[in-house]
Structure formats: structure tokens, C-alpha cells
């Protein structure tokens, strides 16, 4: 599972679907996310690496990773 | 390159809250690099922003309502035309474009050239057509029933439920969630536009528009789709932004290849939950968003142009996704003396 390929991600955490014309901003956590997933980590790598790069414990981590991940699915920002 | 000069005459000054093409035709025909144009407005009220923008237009004339009929058209074009020595004509309202292609012929004998849909394609994409414009060319089109008299309504209701789509035969849609609002969109709808009325079912989606340039050959020249990110009370697009979905520019494609379709066009498109794609509403004519095309690479009103004048123009091959469009209202300051002129003599 991953970000579709055409789907724009700024540093800042704005994110441009540009098959709906749809935009997002996400924080810093969900930047960061995106980044491990354009960086080629699958979900179930992430919490682990979010652990290691922010003060997280690894239970709300898998969470909020997950919790995150459904709603990029939601609004159609990953593919299969 | 040496520019070639047209005298062009357009319509669509109306650059209010539902703004007519005109001024967006115009901003790109100036700014084109092939062309070095003198720009003439017609238009039909006196108060239309357009005929006070002198960077744009050199001069404006008041024409008859399409009401009127051919004759008096043809008879005012020729006035203007013997001033002016007009090379092209854009029309930029769905309601003058029949007289037009009446006219294609007779103006081009004065030298007149237009780049408009032929007369078949022109009907049978009109909106109480579509159920058949959908049928032949196996386009996806939402159901829809025209009807004259109100009481026909009830059994397009009770065939496509509530809510309900009420539009007027050239502009207006009003979405009705009961018989009663539905009763008073037709009223209303049918007091300024007149009959027929056409009951659409109502799609729930997402709108997306897409504008372009047929080539007549069932060539697609330019293709730019929109998804609108404001949008006014009227329903009018306030700002929006260029997409690349693939699905869209394929669908016009078969648009532009079946019909055949010459001159601008903009399709109104809603997408539903299944991702199929439903052509709302088939408009004849650039839409007042065109100017976002050009910002985005691809001039549809200059390559309007220099077909009109049968000059071959290559296909747009890219245009730039993520662009953005954002519209705004400016106070003019006008002298009386020119509104008078307008007023008086119809023409400015």
C-alpha cells in the first residue's frame, strides 16, 4: 500500500490530489508519515520509525498511524 | 513572427455575478503571440462591464436580442460591419447561437468568418435532447423529461424521486426536494426562459467542468478539465483549479469524435460514488472560465481564431495541472457622457 504516485506532498504538509483538484494540510506528524511512505516504508514499518524519530510510545503510534492511513484511503490519496 | 491582424467582434460583455465569456475570449485573444487583434464588443444591455473596458475593446455596439430574429441581427452585424471591417464573429451565449448558424453562410459571403457547431450538433446536444444525445452516442447522460405544462411533472417525478433537477431551456437549474419547490422553480424558470422545462434526476457526485476546441473533424484541439472550488449562490464558479483525471479527457475525446464537434464547448460533469462519469449539461460555447485554459497553456480563444480564419492548428499536447483561477469584482468609474453614448446611439 502506498501514495498514489501523482499526488503532490510540500514540505509544509500540503497535499495536492491532482486527478479531483482536491488539497489537504496535514501537521507534522502527517507530513512525516507521508514522507515514510513515499520513502518506501509500508504502514506497519511506520510506527516503529515514528517511535525512533518523535516522542511517541509505540501503542499510539500504531493508532494514529492507522487512524491516519484510513482517512489518506478515504479520500482516495493511496492505491492498493 | 509577424502577427496576423483580425478585427474580431464579440458577445458575452457581461462580467457580472454570472459572468458571460466575453471578457475571458478577449484577455486571451489579446494575449496571444499569433495574432494582433482589435477587439469589438456587442452587446445587448448598456450597463455590461465590458463596454467600458477600453484596454479590451475598442469599441462596443448594442445589438438586437436574438427575439428579434435573423433579419435584424444580420441588418445591425452589417452596420458594424461596415465600420469596423470584421474579420470573425464569436458568439459567447447558447441563446444567440442559433441565429448564427443561420447566419454562418450569408456573413461569410461579407467576409465574415465564425468557428461555431454545425446545426446538428448544435440541436441535438440541447438539454431536452440529451436522453437521446446520450443514447446514440453511448455517453452517459442523466435521466431528464421536458415538459410544457406542470402537471406532466408528477410522473417525471415519481420516475426519478426527489430531489429533482428544474432547468430552464438555456440557463437556470434549480434543485427541488418536494412538489411544492418544484412548482415554484418552474414558475420561476419558466417566467424568464420560457418553455419547455427540462426535470432532470438529480446525480450525486462530484461537479467537475471541462472545456475545449473541436476541430469539426472530430479532432480534439484543446482540452482542459476544472474542478470549481467556489461557488457563488448562482452556481457560478468563483475560483477553481485545473486536473489531469484521465477518465475526463477521454470522455471529452468521444465527445469531440462523435459529434464531430466544431468551436468551443464546456461540459458540465458530475462524477458518482462509482467513479462513472455523467455529462450534466453540453454548453455551445467557451465558458467564462477559459481564461483559466490559457493560463494553463493551452489559448483556446486565439486557436478558435485562427481556424475561424482556416489556418491549421496543431493539437495542445500538455497543459499545466494545479492551476488555479480566482475571480473578483472592481468597481468602474464611468462618465456619464459615456453611458450616454452607449445609451443613446448604441455604441461606444
Redesign the interface.
Known sequence: MKIKK?I?VSDTGFI?N??????FNVNSSGAAIIAYLKNGLNPKEIPAAMVKDFEVSETMAERDVQDFINMLMHYQLMEP | MKKRKLTIALSGLNAIDSPGPGLAVARGLLESDKLDVQLIGLAYESMEPGIFMHDLFHRTYQIPYPSAGTDMLMKRLMEIHEKEKLDLIIPNFDAELFSYIKLEKALLAKGIHTFIPENDAFEERQKWNLPSFGKKYKLNVPRSKEIMVFSDFYKASVDFGYPIVIKGKYYDAIVAYNAEQAQSAFNRISAKWGLPIIVQEFIRGQEFNVTGLGDGKGNAISIVPMRKLYITDKGKAWSGISIGDENIIKLTRKFIKSTRWRGGFELELMKNEKGEFFILEINPRLPAWVYLAVGCGQNIPEALALMAMGQKVEAFQKYDVGKMFVRYSWDMIVNLDEFQKISTFGEL
Do not use: L
Open positions: 501523482d503532490a495536492f491532482p486527478v479531483t483538484g482536491e488539497s
